[in-house]
């Protein structure tokens, strides 16, 4: 009987002894104590694993939310405790989304996130994790769906930079962010709108408005025939997945509670602006980050511009003043509270044309960086295939898509 590390009688990654197979609940810990670690942090591995089961009882991950996948040789016999050796693994879960053709018809679908993809380093090198996700993209064809429907889209983030996965089908997205750095009371900008903290209790009623615009937004008709628009829901499950994982590791490693979630500031006469965001803890403080999980402006909410308007008037040219006056007064509290938590900076993903305006306004030296290697963001289309040159418009394509305890992250180019 082989151990769960042993390479004795590998089978080729092509061989028709190999299955992709949800994982028992021992072959679930099997194997996310053989990627410990790499996705630990600075938790030991009993910390590690509990936090993975407290992720798993969120809104998100229950009732089948999430499914752990694990690539196995049937012709193998299992190994201690009914576990089968383990070639590779990965997990998907399920999450709320809407497409939009281009008259503007909107209709709610089912995607799936891949994430937390692995390869045991005793059988990196032999293709098991590219045979692991081309069977995963089969599967995901009509998982989880509605009898005879099939899989509108799925979407992954990459580590290990844009070319592996779109070789498999998930094209890459556009995938930048600012970063801005922690800032101290004194330090803060003179005039800004003054903003409230949000706290738990106001993310679900948030998070119900939100999506509620997006559906406007969406409804719009499309400035383009062969556009589709998509998009993940942003909805209090996905950011309560967020919160949970760092309530958790902020008792562990700071001992103390993270009770604001985000910000909020009154635009005159056009409503608020508001963001949610979480803190990320990585495995020293350089890589801890305060992440803005999605940034709204409402009643400006338009899909080109990611809830940011065009400037065409005088009118607007007064409003977009007040738009990036009040974003400005948003990130700066999140660099407030990155101080407060000891984060090296403060990260928003894919700001549109005046949220950069506004990073710029409280730190000049604000710039856009263009992510080529981690967290790329990529999108496989899954559904009836669109007419020639359509384009997917992926909207509102922001760090809280990334509901998963790891992106698709293969560590090393000898995983491979």
């Known amino acids: 009987m082989p151990s769960a590390n042993s390479t004795a009688d590998l089978p080729d990654s092509e061989s028709p002894t190999l299955q992709l197979v949800q994982a028992n609940e021992a072959e679930m810990i099997e194997s996310s104590t053989m990627n410990a670690a790499s996705w630990r942090g600075s938790l030991d591995v009993n910390a590690y694993l509990e936090r993975e089961a407290h992720l798993r009882n969120t809104n998100l991950s229950r009732n089948g939310g999430i499914t752990y996948w694990i690539l196995v040789d049937t012709a193998a016999s299992p190994t201690v405790k009914g576990v089968r050796r383990i070639l590779a693994s990965c997990e998907t879960l399920r999450k709320r989304a809407l497409l939009a053709r281009s008259d503007g018809e909107v209709t709610e679908t089912i995607c799936h996130a891949v994430g937390s ?3 045991n380093s005793a059988f990196r090198g032999r293709g098991y994790a590219q045979r692991m996700l081309a069977d995963l993209a089969s599967i995901l064809d009509t998982w989880q769906q509605k009898e005879g429907a099939c899989t509108d889209f799925t979407v992954l983030w990459s580590d290990i930079g844009k070319h592996f996965y779109a070789r498999l089908g998930w094209n890459v997205y556009p995938s930048t962010h600012i970063m801005l750095s922690p800032k101290s009371a004194r330090d803060c900008a003179y ?6 903290l949000l706290s738990a209790e106001d993310v679900e ?14 409804a719009k008709p499309a400035s383009s025939a062969k556009t589709v628009r998509v ?4 909805d209090a499950a996905t950011m309560q997945w967020h919160h949970a994982r760092e309530e958790f590791l902020g008792e562990r490693l700071r001992d103390r509670f993270p009770f604001t979630k985000g910000a909020s500031v009154d ?6 602006a508001w963001c949610i965001w979480t803190r990320t803890f990585g495995t020293t403080r350089n890589d801890d980050v305060l992440n803005i999980l999605r940034l709204v402006v409402e009643e400006e909410m338009a899909v080109d511009e990611q809830a940011m308007p065009v400037v065409v008037d005088e009118d607007q040219a007064e409003s977009e003043q007040g738009i990036v006056a009040a974003v400005a007064a948003i990130l ?3 660099q407030l509270e990155a101080t407060f938590w000891g984060m090296s900076s403060v990260q928003l993903w894919n700001p549109s044309p ?8 409280i730190e000049p030296s604000a710039i856009l960086v263009d992510r080529d290697e981690e967290s790329i963001t990529s999108l496989r289309w899954h559904g009836k295939v669109p007419p020639h040159n359509t384009e997917i418009d992926w909207i509102a394509n922001e ?10 992250l293969i560590k090393d180019d000898g995983i491979l």
């Open 231 to 234: 998009a993940l829901v942003p």
């Open 399 to 408: 760090k809280s898509s990334v509901a998963h305890r790891h992106p698709a």
């Open 205 to 218: 009623d948030l998070c119900r408005f939100d999506e509620a615009l997006l559906r406007s937004a969406m």
């Open 117 to 119: 993809v692995y390869c």
């Open 332 to 334: 700066e509290q999140a």
């Open 191 to 196: 005039g800004l709108p003054n903003t409230s």
């Open 267 to 272: 635009i005159a006469s056009r409503g608020r």
């Open 354 to 361: 005046l949220t950069l305006k506004a990073a710029k306004k």
